[in-house]
């Protein structure tokens, strides 16, 4: 961590936390299991980022697709973010975390519905980290619901077509309280975005590791970030034109 440039970090760091399935096949066990392992890496995650001083935090929990898998599963997830809302709050208010979820949420069982109401709004005046879960997530149906949005207020007369532009995109996403994840980071060995936000990642550096989100703890956080700190983001530039800035 002593590597680390405190003036070349990311303000956000966006991660798809994979592998926990075959983190629990690989031992013989319940993909549940797997699961209920990731949540100690959130919190060892989230415990560095607050450490490290990072601004935000987005974790991608459960994606649109994600609703298609076994119903065991997809309850036994439900009843986990539950839970681990219930319990975890009280210490990232501690923490002076500010909880956030992006996501289609009113698909989510109305438990979970009341648990995430809770959390956002117990630390709503934190001022720390904004720890960002995206659940029930995918970037298209961000990009959807954003067209719609925007149909909407050109049709009530509050926005004409010449004035729409790139910020007004970014106004209608979920994202918009954001700034755009500089760093990007995927477990697990997969290389794809998987409908992870395609519009804020359009810059970003991607990380890709072997690792598989339950073994994933702050010394791999930091080896992301020392990677990232290597890199040369030109921006469509060229080398001397960022040198010579
Ligand atoms: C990521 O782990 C967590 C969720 C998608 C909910 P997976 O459950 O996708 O684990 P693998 O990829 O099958 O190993
Ligand atoms: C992406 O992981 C979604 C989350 C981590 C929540 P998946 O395991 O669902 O992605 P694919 O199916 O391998 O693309
Ligand atoms: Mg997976």
Same mark, same amino acid.
């Given at each position: 961590?002593?590597?680390?440039?405190?003036?070349?970090?990311?303000?956000?760091?966006?991660?798809?936390?994979?592998?926990?399935?075959?983190?629990?096949?690989?031992?013989?066990?319940?993909?549940?299991?797997?699961?209920?392992?990731?949540?100690? *890496?959130?919190?060892?995650?989230? $415990? &560095? /980022?607050?450490? @490290?001083?990072? =601004?935000?935090?987005?974790?991608?929990?459960?994606?649109?697709?994600?609703?298609?898998?076994?119903?065991?599963?997809?309850?036994?997830?439900?009843?986990?973010?539950?839970?681990?809302?219930?319990?975890?709050?009280?210490?990232?208010?501690?923490?002076?975390?500010?909880?956030?979820?992006?996501?289609?949420?009113?698909?989510?069982?109305?438990?979970?519905?009341?648990?995430?109401?809770?959390?956002?709004?117990?630390?709503?005046?934190?001022?720390?980290?904004?720890?960002?879960?995206?659940?029930?997530?995918? *970037?298209?149906?961000?990009?959807? $619901? &954003? /067209?719609?949005? @925007?149909?909407? =207020?050109?049709?009530?007369?509050?926005?004409?077509?010449?004035?729409?532009?790139?910020?007004?995109?970014?106004?209608?996403?979920?994202?918009?309280?954001?700034?755009?994840?500089?760093?990007?980071?995927?477990?697990?060995?997969?290389?794809?975005?998987?409908?992870?936000?395609?519009?804020?990642?359009?810059?970003?550096?991607?990380?890709?590791?072997?690792?598989?989100?339950?073994?994933?703890?702050?010394?791999?956080?930091?080896?992301?970030?020392?990677?990232?700190?290597?890199?040369?983001?030109?921006?469509?530039?060229?080398?001397?034109?960022?040198?010579?800035?």
């Amino acid at each position: 961590m002593e590597n680390l440039d405190p003036n070349k970090l990311p303000k956000h760091i966006a991660i798809i936390m994979d592998g926990n399935g075959r983190w629990a096949q690989e031992q013989g066990q319940d993909r549940l299991f797997g699961h209920y392992e990731g949540v100690i *890496s959130v919190r060892k995650v989230v $415990e &560095a /980022a607050t450490e @490290i001083g990072i =601004q935000y935090l987005t974790l991608y929990a459960f994606s649109t697709e994600n609703w298609d898998r076994p119903e065991p599963e997809v309850n036994g997830l439900m009843s986990l973010f539950v839970d681990t809302i219930a319990k975890e709050v009280p210490d990232l208010h501690k923490n002076n975390i500010q909880l956030h979820f992006i996501g289609n949420l009113a698909l989510l069982p109305e438990d979970a519905q009341k648990a995430l109401e809770a959390g956002m709004q117990q630390t709503a005046q934190n001022t720390g980290l904004n720890l960002i879960i995206a659940l029930s997530y995918s *970037s298209r149906w961000e990009l959807t $619901e &954003a /067209a719609k949005k @925007i149909a909407l =207020q050109v049709q009530s007369g509050q926005l004409t077509i010449d004035k729409i532009n790139e910020a007004t995109l970014s106004k209608n996403l979920t994202t918009s309280d954001f700034p755009d994840p500089e760093l990007m980071i995927r477990t697990s060995g997969e290389y794809r975005i998987s409908n992870f936000l395609l519009y804020q990642l359009a810059y970003a550096e991607l990380y890709f590791t072997n690792t598989l989100w339950p073994d994933f703890r702050k010394k791999d956080l930091v080896e992301a970030l020392l990677d990232y700190q290597s890199r040369e983001r030109r921006f469509g530039k060229t080398t001397q034109q960022i040198k010579s800035h």
